[in-house]
């Protein structure tokens, strides 16, 4: 299974600040994705980071508010822009190591604890 | 009505029970059928999975999957308190993917 690393693992941010979260994969994966977990709710998915293009964005999330870099196919980064309170949550960078999309080999990094004051 | 219902706890059970956690759902078209574990502070870990219907066994698990009922349960015999975390049931088809909202487990000694 892939081993992937995120940092940083907690952050404590004014609202109004922006903060990058970097995913690291120690191979190369052709799906990585970002989520959401806030207490009590079940993990959301934000977007499909695609490597050379555009992510893809659910629904409910937008570019602007959540930029995603996929330069490579073992680097991702997550922007949280112009944060508010509301955007303190876990978020988790996940990548899928199967033959097709089924979800059951999906892999997930240790997480980033963002609070936002 | 959410995709996937599962019962956040807290579950707490002495050390050698055995643990039923399950997860009912409304979609009948998932095909794929997983359970994570996440401890504190780590991100979830994939435990099991199982394809359509039927049982899987894993050591001291088993992943039981009822289409017709869409109900879907993880069972943990002779439970650990290493086995103290958090359970997510998810389940998917074609490429969307849906998490429950995990139950926590504590083992006690």
């Known amino acids: 299974s892939a081993v992937i690393s995120q940092k940083p693992s907690r952050d404590i941010c004014q609202r109004g600040t922006s903060l990058t979260i970097q995913c690291q994969v120690d191979?190369?994966?052709?799906?990585m994705f970002w989520y959401r977990q806030q207490p009590g709710q079940s993990l959301t998915l934000i977007a499909t980071?695609?490597?050379?293009?555009?992510?893809?964005?659910e629904s409910g999330f937008v570019i602007d508010k959540f930029p995603i870099s996929r330069p490579n196919l073992t680097f991702s980064t997550l922007t949280v822009s112009n944060m508010s309170p509301e955007d303190s949550s876990i978020y988790l960078c996940?990548?899928?190591?199967?033959?097709?999309?089924?979800?059951?080999?999906?892999?997930f990094g240790p997480g980033t604890r963002l609070t936002v004051t | 009505q959410k995709e996937v219902e599962q019962d956040p706890g807290p579950l707490s059970v002495p050390e050698g029970a055995i643990v039923s956690l399950n997860c009912t759902y409304s979609?009948?078209?998932?095909?794929?059928f997983m359970w994570y574990r996440q401890y504190s502070r780590k991100g979830p870990e994939l435990l099991m999975y199982?394809?359509?219907?039927g049982n899987k066994e894993d050591g001291r698990f088993t992943a039981q999957v009822d289409k017709s009922s869409k109900y879907i349960s993880l069972f943990i015999r002779d439970s650990q308190p290493s086995d103290s975390a958090t359970y997510l049931c998810?389940?998917?088809?074609?490429?969307?993917?849906?998490f429950g909202t995990g139950t926590s487990l504590t083992v006690i000694p």
């Open positions: 996940s990548v899928e190591d199967g033959v097709e999309r089924a979800a059951y080999e999906q892999y």
């Open positions: 191979s190369q994966v052709t799906m």
């Open positions: 980071a695609n490597q050379g293009s555009e992510a893809t964005y």
């Open positions: 979609n009948s078209a998932f095909q794929y």
């Open positions: 199982t394809y359509s219907s």
């Open positions: 998810a389940m998917s088809h074609g490429n969307q993917f849906y």
